[in-house]
């Protein structure tokens, strides 16, 4: 482990869903701003391995990594914020902690020992915990803790965390983010909640060295002054964060309440000018002051939980602001789409998107939805099976296949012009077994994608099961339907498009993990372009 590398723990209290992610990404967004390396990683108390195999409901957008880790969806807010890659090494589960120390015992590697959680489980998290540190390329590595403090599964995380500060000294930092309810009936803003949950981290040995307190009010002096009495802290360490409009304030309103500051001087690395913050800025700039708006239709069936699709609605406003262009999504729930309706649904739209989603619930509706973009001319984008239902509607439609299907949908289907990959028929493992991360796509000469992406090689992530069934592809091009993006290694088909619609894109991959906000991804700035342009005309 790199000795100088400094560690910053970030856990919660009182209330899931404050925002840990979001601070502990803004926090690394200023520190980087002044020059330093930064890495976050996030720890999950949930015993599943990884997300995979959670239904978004439970846990919203499974992020997928270029090493093809899936991961928590608050990878995809560090990834945004700092603009930089991360991996398997940065999401770690309780799952793959007990997984680690009972395959060690199996082994035999604790020669005849009682495993305990304290100290083999314990001895685990902190190793993880230090693991990035290792390359030696990281001057301060950001761990965030989810759940709350209190939670049960919990326990062993904040146990690490207390051994950590005592090992590492000044090398290590704890914060503490909690909540301080309004109540109108009495016009007050309440500290209770806080100092019970810092309380609680106390009980457990770990003094938080600096609170951020969620507020949708000032907390003015008096009542940092009292927090700070009650809980230990330097009144300058008490930081509010207030509600913002967007995500994307929180690294600015962080910075007036000099977080970063704070942070530098308690692990004691140097306060060097003011964090460069130009480009961030400017991205915010245009973000908040459009010149024009469109709005885009997201087409999926898990639209009641927006997180759901995280990562494609982040890249819209990415793609948006480098447009100075608003960008106002109109969710359409495919399940509710029917031929009757959908025109209807789908009126006046600028662009549409049909969104990833396992399964046959809702294809239906997604595949309406394609036939109304191809047919009247609106923008197209379709992700991971929003591309494999244009493909579907177009040899339904086009084709006349009328029973054409995925396998995935209808296994007996004579016609399946979507099919289960050649290497997955004998999978039968659900976790961890998809075609997962970064691959390699060589784009067609001509081709629209070619001349958005502006080179020959592309690498994108994937996450299926499922492909384009090549047995299909010589029909499909002689109507129309061209394959613009191949798999150079296995002739898999990445990329769809049709050549005499304005701009209909279908894609196997998921373009939205690699948009950055200083780094908006080509397709979906080409897709609000187009968007405009159909506006416009």
């Known amino acids: 482990m790199n000795s100088k590398t400094k560690f910053i723990f970030v856990t919660g209290g009182v209330t899931s869903s404050l925002g840990k992610g979001i601070v502990?990404?803004?926090?690394?967004?200023?520190?980087?701003a002044r020059g330093f390396s930064v890495t976050i990683q996030k720890f999950d108390p949930y015993i599943n391995i990884d997300p995979g195999t959670l239904n978004p409901y439970e846990h919203g957008e499974c992020y997928v990594t270029d090493d093809g880790a899936e991961t928590d969806l608050d990878l995809g807010h560090y990834e945004r914020f700092l603009d930089c890659s991360?991996?398997?090494?940065?999401?770690?589960?309780?799952?793959?902690?007990?997984?680690?120390?009972?395959?060690?015992?199996?082994?035999?590697?604790?020669?005849?020992?009682?495993?305990?959680?304290?100290?083999h489980i314990t001895d685990e998290i902190k190793y993880r915990m230090k693991l990035l540190a290792e390359s030696g390329r990281y001057d301060i590595v950001i761990t965030e803790i989810g759940g709350t403090v209190?939670?049960?599964?919990?326990?062993?995380?904040?146990?690490?965390?207390?051994?950590?500060?005592?090992?590492?000294?000044?090398?290590c930092l704890s914060i503490h983010l909690t909540l301080v309810p309004y109540l109108k009936a009495t016009g007050e803003l309440k500290t209770k909640p806080t100092q019970h949950s810092v309380k609680t981290l106390q009980e457990s040995g770990v003094q938080p060295d600096i609170l951020v307190c969620r507020a949708e009010q000032s907390l003015g002096s008096e009542i940092k002054r009292k927090l700070a009495n009650f809980c230990n802290v330097q009144p300058d360490s008490v930081i509010e964060s207030l509600d913002a409009t967007t995500i994307y304030d929180v690294p600015v309103l962080l910075r007036l309440q000099k977080l970063d500051e704070?942070?530098?001087?308690?692990?004691?690395?140097?306060?060097?000018?003011?964090?460069?913050?130009?480009?961030?800025?400017?991205?915010?700039?245009?973000?908040?002051?459009p010149k024009t708006k469109v709005e885009i239709g997201l087409i999926g069936k898990y639209v009641e939980l927006k997180d759901s699709y995280k990562s494609i609605t982040e890249a819209l406003i990415h793609a948006g602001a480098n447009c100075r262009?608003?960008?106002?999504?109109?969710?359409?729930?495919?399940?509710?789409?029917?031929?009757?309706?959908?025109?209807?649904?789908?009126?006046?739209?600028?662009?549409?998107?049909?969104?990833?989603g396992f399964g046959s619930r809702g294809l239906e509706g997604k595949i309406e939805a394609v036939k109304i973009a191809r047919e009247q001319g609106?923008?197209?984008?379709?992700?991971?099976?929003?591309?494999?239902?244009?493909?579907?509607?177009?040899?339904?439609?086009?084709?006349?296949?009328?029973?054409?299907?995925?396998?995935?949908?209808?296994?007996n289907t004579k016609n399946a012009v979507i099919d289960l990959m050649e290497d997955q028929k004998k999978v039968i493992k659900k976790g961890g077994?998809?075609?997962?991360?970064?691959?390699?796509?060589?784009?067609?000469?001509?081709?629209?994608?070619?001349?958005?992406?502006?080179?020959?090689?592309?690498?994108?992530?994937?996450?299926?099961?499922?492909?384009?069934?090549n047995s299909y592809l010589e029909r499909l091009e002689k109507s129309g339907m061209k394959a613009t993006g191949v798999n150079p290694e296995t002739g898999l088909v990445e990329i769809v498009e049709i050549p005499s619609h304005p701009w209909f894109i279908g894609v196997q991959f998921h373009p939205e993990y690699k948009s950055t906000v200083v780094n908006p991804h080509p397709l979906f700035v080409s897709f609000i372009k187009a968007s405009l342009i159909h506006k416009n005309s």
């Not at 502990?24 to 980087?32: C, D, H, P």
């Not at 991360?437 to 992406?453: F, H, I, M, V, W």
């Open 433 to 469: 077994t998809m075609r997962l991360g970064a691959c390699n796509c060589e784009l067609k000469n001509g081709s629209k994608s070619y001349e958005l992406y502006g080179k020959k090689i592309i690498s994108e992530r994937h996450r299926h099961r499922f492909e384009f069934n």
């Open 325 to 356: 262009t608003g960008v106002d999504i109109r969710w359409i729930h495919s399940e509710n789409l029917t031929r009757e309706n959908a025109f209807e649904a789908l009126k006046n739209l600028h662009g549409v998107i049909v969104a990833p």
């Open 86 to 119: 991360t991996s398997q090494a940065n999401n770690i589960t309780t799952g793959r902690i007990y997984q680690s120390v009972i395959n060690k015992e199996r082994r035999g590697d604790y020669l005849g020992k009682t495993v305990q959680v304290i100290p």
């Open 378 to 411: 609106v923008p197209f984008l379709g992700i991971c099976f929003g591309m494999q239902a244009s493909v579907i509607e177009y040899s339904r439609n086009v084709l006349n296949v009328s029973d054409a299907n995925s396998r995935e949908v209808d296994p």
């Open 262 to 289: 704070v942070v530098l001087k308690k692990i004691g690395l140097p306060i060097i000018g003011e964090p460069d913050m130009n480009r961030w800025n400017d991205f915010l700039d245009r973000h908040k002051n």
């Open 24 to 32: 502990a990404s803004s926090l690394a967004n200023l520190l980087q």
């Open 150 to 171: 209190g939670d049960i599964e919990a326990l062993p995380y904040i146990e690490a965390v207390r051994q950590l500060k005592w090992e590492l000294g000044e090398g």
